[in-house]
């Protein structure tokens, strides 16, 4: 196939695309469920009062209160470890699905290939289409 | 102690991940190939040029600083005329006109050239790699394109796999400079 006659498979052409934007939904995604991990972290971490012991309603300090909280913030300090792993890996194929998804645009344009209903998101302007 | 039949399934999931790992380590080859095609095509674009085209270039570099030097208002007529009685010739302020244009141009005019062009084509040529492969313009550009074809057969070899692999439910990453060229293609024009 020369460069003349290069024919684009537009439903593949489609699915990198599609992956590109659904990569990029689940960073979105991964990145909300850290942030809210991480102010439930900080919600557990006030419940460890000023003094750093949970009190009774009387004032006095409860030890069995403390030990849940801390046991909580540990098993979520975990889960934050996990979700940010999880958040990296994700960023990580969203980049590289990106930037195949916009080098595949590019080609589609630079080869006046670009799906029609691709047109009005991804369409070079009118200006410099190659006719 | 496991039965017969979980041990065939375990037999058979391990093969399955060997024949996966199989693949990977496939993908991995054919990939380190495509690197080292395109470190020699990088290697054959940045080579020298051939003496004979050194020599061309030489001569255009003293042809264009001579036209520089003499641009418009130099022309040696100027000393075969006829002057009035008196007429002082001020020589050094026609020179240092020529020298402030071009130096190397008014060196070469003034009989240097031939000298100039040896040193300047032994400095090209001092200046190369030892053992360094000089392309003509063809030669380059055929090296180039026999490259290409190289790199391109592996590309579509890859697409192919990571393709027939995902059929199987095994996902394989695109390298980040995989060529839309080939990952855009229909199934039939990867053969």
Redesign the interface.
Known sequence: ?T?KQ????AK??KA?VADSEALAAAQRDAGHHVRDLRKRLSELRGGLNPGGTPLYADGKPNAEKRASLEKQIAALQAEIAAAEETQEEVRD?RS?AG??ST??I???NAHNQLPANMESEYGLPRRFKNY | MASPAASKITDAFSRARAAISGVRKDVENIRLQIAEKQLARNEVENAPISPEEIEARVDWILDTAESSATAGSWHAGWLSQPLEAGTKINIDDKVEALFERSPLGTLSIFGFRSIIRAALIEEARAGMPIEAKCYTPAEREAAIASIDAEVEALEILEERIIREAESEGVKIARREDANPAIFLRYDRDLK
Not at chain 1, 6 to 9: E, L, V, Y
């Open positions: 196939m460069a290069i024919t684009i498979d593949r052409l990198i194929k590289l930037k195949l080098k595949a590019e080609f589609a």
